[in-house]
């Protein structure tokens, strides 16, 4: 990337970058436009970072804003600088898929951001959910749950920066079958979280509940490979389904063990199980068409847990696997406390003493990858079921979050809306992980999308990394895909 020129826009206050050697998929951008706009304190700027477009397929050009950054002078200026060191190719984009209405730095403490050696933190975004200035964020490979605080919003009407990381262990919290490490050195005993959700009271988190299949590193021999193949292991962390309590504090808010409140305790719990599983898959070994699953690995279309949404008393699991003849599928449950306040028990769904539904979706042989409730609605992020780059959509599923259906469903593709097609990357950025990105009046902007294997063009200097925020469009009205 080469910076051709710039001019000063004089009364208008802008500046021209003209740009050589950058491309962004089929995507070229033909110039930057950087607008100083009044920032919240006099002392700082708020820059827009302004692209224009020309598509290869339709040559018009598309102005679309990507930022909408907060220059503070703690950080030196870095803002300008990162973001236009993020305009990098990210793998080929689809031409059909919608384009980002925003981006937000997720800045994390470099002192928290190491995994293991070679891994980190910001590598593989799993899931994320926004609670009022909050934004909650885990990787896959981790043992906690990450706090962000977003920014307050800057004269353009966008919160575009997330800081003052604070890293909560599950182990604080929560009695998990195994420690972190099993001894100094060797890998975290992941809990594998793939949903968070909110009822106002609780952060509840799921694990994927899958087994894990080893993959054979590039130097193996063909022996070793087929060994490495051959193994099949079961974390026993990753049997979680939990709550922790979730209270405001001066503007944010906290994770807590326990929480009492005008009388009434609140303690963080899980639902009994060790580390060979826990009662909700105990149900499902007698389940006719989700028991065969549970011996096989998640990325082999095994069992496994990608999604989690709160719909008044019911838990919805959304499952990335197994996909049954292209149609994927959602538990539903009900937690209660068990006589340990630390544990919780599956509880009946209705007089019958149901203890879970199933419920089919025609997702396009699609399968889960999170689940997040927009009013009665719940929209539904699909990918790939085996390990495979796309395609990924997000789906409307009208109606599921309100009352309860009180059955099981089999949900045809004419009852879902396909919202929009998300871009991914070939071997990087896989969407994983949405929320709600709302406002500060609680007006909706969009979704905001977190990515597993996240392109190095979206990690910036030592512990940054870049998120998109997508328009949502209003329910009923479905984005069409581009011809061409």
């Known amino acids: ?47 827009r970072i302004q ?55 997720l800045e994390f403490h470099p002192d928290h951001d190491e995994l293991s050696p070679g891994k980190e933190l910001r590598d593989g975004l799993s899931v ?52 972190p490490r099993n001894a100094p050195g060797e890998r975290i005993n992941e809990a594998d979280i793939e949903g968070l959700a909110s009822d106002g009271k609780y952060l509840w988190l799921t694990g994927s509940h899958s087994l894990r299949r080893k993959q054979p590193d590039p130097g193996d021999g063909i022996r070793r490979a087929h060994k490495r193949l051959a ?64 011996a096989i690995p998640g990325k082999d279309n095994g069992f496994d847990i990608e999604g989690i949404a709160i719909a008044g008393k019911r838990i919805l699991l959304g499952l990335r696997g197994p996909v049954l003849r292209g149609w994927a599928v959602i538990l539903e449950v009900a937690l209660a406390p068990d006589r340990d306040p630390a544990w919780l028990r599956l509880a009946p769904l209705d007089a019958e003493g149901t203890l879970y539904r199933k419920h089919f979706l025609d997702l396009q042989g699609l399968g889960i990858r999170d689940l997040c409730v927009q009013g009665a609605d719940l929209l539904i992020l699909s990918g790939p079921t085996m390990d495979l780059d796309g395609p990924v959509a997000v789906w409307r599923w009208p109606g599921a979050a309100g009352a309860p259906d009180a059955r099981e469903t089999v949900v045809a593709a004419g009852v879902l809306e396909r919202v929009f097609d998300l871009p991914f990357g070939h071997g990087v950025d896989h969407p994983e ?52």
């Open 128 to 179: 994320a959910l926004r609670m009022g200035s909050t934004l909650w964020l885990a990787n896959d490979e981790s043992l906690s749950i990450e706090r962000l605080s977003i920014s307050p919003e800057d004269s353009s009407g966008r919160s575009s920066f997330a800081g003052a990381h604070r890293q909560f262990a599950l182990h604080d919290f929560l009695a998990l079958p195994l420690p």
């Open 433 to 484: 992980g949405m929320s709600l990105y709302t406002h500060a009046d609680g007006s909706e902007e969009g979704l905001l999308v977190v990515h597993d294997a996240a392109a190095p063009s979206r990690q910036i200097g030592e512990s940054t990394l870049v998120a998109d925020v997508y328009p949502l469009p209003p329910p009923g009205r479905k984005k069409k895909k581009k011809s061409g």
């Open 51 to 105: 692209r224009a477009c020309t598509h290869p397929v339709d040559r018009m050009t598309h102005t679309v804003t990507l930022a909408a950054l907060q220059a503070d002078p703690a950080h030196n200026g870095k803002h300008m600088q990162y973001a236009v060191a993020n305009i990098a190719t990210r793998g080929h984009m689809q031409s059909f898929a919608t384009h980002p209405s925003n981006i937000v730095l």
């Open 1 to 47: 990337m080469g910076v051709m020129g710039k001019s000063n826009g004089g009364a208008s206050n802008s500046i021209w970058w003209g740009l050589s050697g950058v491309s962004i998929g089929d995507w070229t951008p033909s110039f930057f436009v950087l607008a100083k706009l009044p920032g919240p304190r006099a002392n700082c700027d708020a820059l």
């Open 231 to 294: 193994s099949v292991s079961a974390d026993g962390n990753r049997y979680l389904l939990a709550r922790i309590p979730v209270v405001e504090q001066e503007g944010g808010h906290v994770l807590m063990r326990e929480v009492e409140h005008k009388g009434k305790r609140r303690t963080a719990a899980l639902l009994r199980g060790d580390e060979h599983g826990n009662e909700l898959t105990a149900l499902l070994r007698e389940d006719e068409h989700l028991a065969p699953f549970l």
